[in-house]
């Protein structure tokens, strides 16, 4: 059963108030799950019982928590003698309990969910009042806070339910489609599908701007998960400690900054999907983190002592030659062989230019709806030259030209004088004489036109200029920023305003 920040101050301010009425320093909330128990909440003056916290009893080991919830009564207990005790858990502490008293927490149908300890840890006599109307005065209240927490808890439930159930709404409504003809794509889908069934890790690699992450959401949502968590994190985005913290989580006070306990990706992922992108720049200190949780499902929050188990299904995905980069010993190869159980290599644009028409033409459609606009044409003559462009930025880069042409060219056909001049240079050498004499005949004079800089527009060279320093550097906002001699925010601000980003969808 899980709590929210604010239920756990609502439920610290309960206990404490309690253990202020008897005057002792140690408490402890426990909730049943499924047939152990787990504590919820732990209150000690002297800090002892903080680990506690998350600690799970199972129901087939004999405790104190475990006999109040299955037997729905108040006990009191003097922790040395009751056999009851599980003294286990307090192996470590310098101050024993001498004094329990376990209360049950009950809904108000009159059903057990938990138990709330109040603990007396004087060794020799005690301070807590064991007056029967005084117990039985903290019982009704114990019995009226248990009522509201309950209540509290199964609202909670019910808003995360409403919340995935729309999560999955929302992401199944616009599904970003792969859109294809080619072998080389449908090959590739082919695999998918058939790594959808099993929940082994994928490896996807490709170009920066090939849609690989369009590839691994259609793995999750084909698979038979696909109503579990599906959470993605970008491993060159952040800085490695940062990093750390996303995908295992932290305790409050484990680094400047850490004000709270915060779950990590692969705890918040339970039953569901983890995508990393960009494994390839992860740091190699981080690496044998992720490899030790490949292999036995553990986590270990930064600034805990305790490790914790989680079930998620891995997909990673890569522009960087990995078995290069083992080589360099900048990528672990234990690590690549765990990641690389099911690969999934995802092909360059340039290998299937029969796509490209029909991305063009469903991004032209869907950025004029989104505009409010008329779709424009492409004429064939315009076609035949965008075909033939060497795409180095892949989808990504048709969908940012698309963005671009509907809005430069004036007419509703877009033909070759209105396509920008790196299209008129770019000549492959799989085209032929013929092709390339016809083109050159066509557009000798919008080629004489783009000689010089100075005749150039401005916002085709800074278009230029951008899109090869991000392939370069693989789309390393940080980077291409700092190399341009700009900070981020304001290099953010010009790729928002020539309509470059990283993210697309098709």
């Not at 230019?353 to 606009?373: A, C, H, M, Q």
């Amino acid at each position: 059963m899980g709590i929210n920040p604010e239920q756990t101050d609502l439920l610290t301010i309960f206990l404490q108030s309690l253990l202020k009425l008897q005057n002792v320093e140690r408490g402890s909330i426990w909730v049943r799950l499924n047939e152990d128990y787990q504590c919820i909440l732990a209150l000690d003056e002297h800090n002892q019982s903080e680990g506690i916290e998350g600690t799970v009893i199972s129901g087939k080991q004999t405790s104190i928590v475990g006999w109040v919830i299955e037997n729905g009564e108040m006990t009191i207990s003097r922790a040395a003698e009751d056999s009851r005790h599980h003294s286990e858990i307090e192996k470590d502490f310098e101050k024993k309990s001498n004094i329990i008293i376990s209360f049950p927490l009950v809904l108000d149908t009159g059903e057990v969910y938990g138990a709330l300890n109040l603990i007396d840890t004087t060794p020799t006599s005690s301070r807590m009042n064991l007056d029967k109307d005084y117990i039985e005065l903290l019982q009704n209240i114990v019995i009226v806070g248990s009522i509201a927490l309950s209540r509290s808890l199964a609202y909670s439930e019910q808003l995360k339910e409403n919340k995935k159930l729309k999560t999955i709404l929302d992401r199944n409504k616009n599904i970003p489609r792969i859109i294809g003809k080619s072998p080389e794509i449908l090959k590739a889908l082919d695999k998918a599908k058939t790594y959808a069934k099993v929940n082994y890790p994928v490896l996807i690699t490709g170009e920066s701007g090939t849609g690989k992450e369009l590839f691994a959401d259609k793995i999750h949502r084909l698979s038979p998960i696909s109503d579990k968590p599906y959470l993605i994190q970008n491993c060159s985005a952040i800085p490695e400690s940062l990093l750390e913290s996303e995908l295992f989580g932290h305790k409050k006070g484990a680094f400047t900054g850490a004000v709270e306990d915060r779950t990590g990706l692969f705890e918040a992922a339970e039953g569901g999907t983890v995508f990393l992108d960009e494994i390839g720049d992860m740091p190699i200190n981080l690496q044998s983190k992720i490899l030790r949780f490949l292999e036995n499902g553990e986590i270990k929050m930064i600034g805990s002592v305790k490790s914790k188990k989680a079930k998620v299904r891995i997909i990673t995905a890569t522009n960087v030659d990995l078995e290069a980069a083992i080589a360099r010993k900048q990528f672990r190869q234990d690590l690549f062989y765990r990641l690389n159980v099911l690969p999934l290599p995802v092909p360059p644009l340039r290998e299937r230019k029969d796509d490209i028409p029909l991305l063009l033409e469903r991004f032209i459609y869907s950025e004029s709806n989104s505009l409010g606009v008329k779709p424009k044409k492409v004429s064939p003559e315009a076609m035949r030259l965008i075909t033939q462009y060497s795409w180095k930025g892949n989808v990504r880069e048709l969908l940012n030209f698309a963005r671009h042409i509907i809005i430069v060219t004036d007419d509703e056909v877009i033909k070759p004088e209105n396509l920008p001049h790196y299209f008129l240079n770019d000549r492959p050498e799989s085209v032929s004489t013929e092709q390339s004499v016809s083109s050159g005949t066509r557009m000798k004079s919008y080629r004489e036109k783009h000689k010089a800089l100075s005749e150039y527009t401005w916002h085709d060279l800074e278009r230029s200029y951008v899109l090869d320093l991000l392939e370069k550097y693989k789309w390393n906002i940080s980077k291409a920023a700092r190399i341009s001699g700009l900070n981020r925010s304001t290099f953010n601000g010009r790729l928002k305003k020539m309509g470059v980003s990283k993210q697309f969808e098709y």
